[in-house]
């Protein structure tokens, strides 16, 4: 057999221990992501539940600030308060007048 002959058998066999290398390597990285599918789904499904929980909040919040302003606004329009004169104190429920106007 000539040196080309045994290079390219050579090459043949390497080839086929590649192929049988990669598809173990495959295999593992397949099981790997069976076995912690679980796990990460839980973790996936626990932080978009608390991620809806706070843009419901947030959407909460929100809402409750737009009708604090709206009621503060009629009463600005009712009481005919000069704002550059007062401002409406929310801990004491008044209007304060500005120091130094």
Do not use: H, P
């Not at 503060?72 to 409406?88: C, P």
């Amino acid at each position: 057999m000539s040196v080309a002959d045994e290079v390219k058998k050579l090459e043949g066999e390497v080839v086929g221990v590649e192929k049988k290398v990669v598809a173990e390597v495959e295999a593992a990285i397949i099981d790997i992501k069976a076995e912690e599918k679980l796990v990460i789904s839980k973790i996936v499904n626990e932080y978009l539940k608390v991620q809806l929980q706070l843009q419901g909040l947030n959407q909460q919040a929100q809402d409750g600030r737009k009708k604090f302003e709206d009621e503060v606004k009629g009463l600005i329009e009712k009481y005919v308060v000069d704002t550059t004169k007062y401002v409406f104190n929310e801990v004491d429920l008044v209007f304060k007048k500005i120091e130094g106007k």
